[in-house]
């Protein structure tokens, strides 16, 4: 046995991880909504403000105003993303980077599945902006996707391994 319990049990590691990263982003959702008024903010910086607002798009409100159809549309490919990608984290034979990844993945979709299957929009609490200029509002799970991309591309950088008996 590991001082590591991940290394003799990365599967439960994994079920863990996305489980608090899950809980992390539906218990601050909550917090924000129950705490900040729909539509208000409240500055903490100059450049940063907490906000509560729902959106019933994509990643930059895309399709926000599409009348509804949307909110199945974006359920559909929340499943087409989560299932597989679970299956892919809990296989046996997964890189312990790519476990992270799927992990981060799983959770922030999972999370904005749920918000839009309860409410039909995800709620989003984080608001950057300088000098007027507002970047798309987001919350935790979105923060956890682009984490996982990032380590996606990062883990493409890496140099391959070569296999045994191949040709050069």
Known sequence: ????????????????????????????????????????????????????????????????DAGGWQRVFFIAVG???????????????????????GALLVAGGSGNLIDRMVSGAVTDFLDLHWRGLHWPAFNLADVFIVLAVGVWILMSFRPTKATSGSAP
């Open 1 to 64: 046995m590991s001082a590591f319990p991940s290394r003799d049990r990365p599967r439960l590691a994994w079920l863990t991880a996305v489980a608090f990263l899950l809980a992390l982003d539906q218990l601050s959702k909550a917090w924000f909504a129950s705490t900040i008024a729909l539509g208000s903010a409240v500055e903490v910086t100059t450049w940063f403000n907490l906000v509560h607002v729902l959106n019933t798009g994509a990643a930059f409100s895309l399709l926000a």
């Open 79 to 101: 499943f087409a993303v989560v299932v597989p990608i679970t299956f892919v984290s809990l296989a046996r034979r997964v890189d312990p980077l790519e476990r992270v990844a």
